[in-house]
């Protein structure tokens, strides 16, 4: 079973920075994409940003030159970096990974647990 842990949330003040942090647990063939998405109060999961197991990264316009993704292969962890933070930030921050758990497990879409960011103004 693939588990994925999620750390670094927490409160900042507006305009500063927090570092978020997912690993993944559990027998892993290959991880293809990494992202993160998020949930404010009252709406829907939107997505925040994406890497491809090549290092290509798509980012919500939203958070673009603000928040930095990045992936630690060896370690089958992936950061968010996100500065010049603002109240509208403030959400539950999930991870997610496509992965294959063996050579012919189809791909299939893991998410962590949530971790609370909150930006106060």
């Known amino acids: 079973q693939v588990q994925l842990v999620e750390s670094g949330g927490g409160l900042v003040q507006a305009g500063g920075s927090l570092r978020l942090s997912c690993a993944a647990s559990?027998?892993?063939?290959?991880?293809?994409?990494m992202g993160w998405f998020r949930q404010a109060p009252g709406k829907e999961r939107e997505f925040v940003v994406v890497i491809s197991s090549g290092g290509s990264t798509n980012y919500a316009d939203s958070v673009k030159g603000r928040f930095t993704i990045s992936r630690d292969n060896a370690n089958n962890t992936v950061y968010l970096q996100m500065n010049s933070l603002k109240p509208e930030d403030t959400a539950v921050y999930y991870c997610y990974y496509n992965a294959r758990r063996t050579i012919v497990s189809a791909p299939f879409d893991y998410w962590g647990q949530g971790t609370q960011v909150t930006v106060s103004s």
């Open positions: 559990g027998s892993i063939f290959k991880i293809n994409a």
